[in-house]
């Protein structure tokens, strides 16, 4: 399971390069919430993750969706800022 890591306001993730793979939960200006993110399945193969504010209307779900995309992927922390 990925950890959760709150990043402060205006914070960054950190650059993990191309080879990590990595994922995010961010806030939008309207309150919502939309996730980001890239990995490679057990073939090799890039696989990117992308949501949208209409799908991820509160912190809760997108973090809910970004969770079961991190186990399936294998990516170790998703990095949440909850300010925009």
């Known amino acids: 399971m990925a950890d959760v890591v709150y990043l402060a306001p205006g914070e960054e993730m950190p650059d993990v390069g191309d080879d990590a793979p990595w ?25 990117g993750y992308a949501s949208l504010c209409e799908d991820d209307v509160s912190l809760d779900l997108a973090l809910a969706a970004a ?5 399936k992927y294998e990516v170790p922390i998703i990095w949440v ?4």
């Open 23 to 47: 994922l995010t939960v961010e806030a939008a200006h309207n309150g919502l919430f939309y996730g980001s993110g890239a990995s490679w399945k057990a073939g090799g193969e890039w696989v």
């Open 67 to 71: 969770k079961v995309w991190a186990e």
């Open 81 to 84: 800022q909850l300010k925009p």
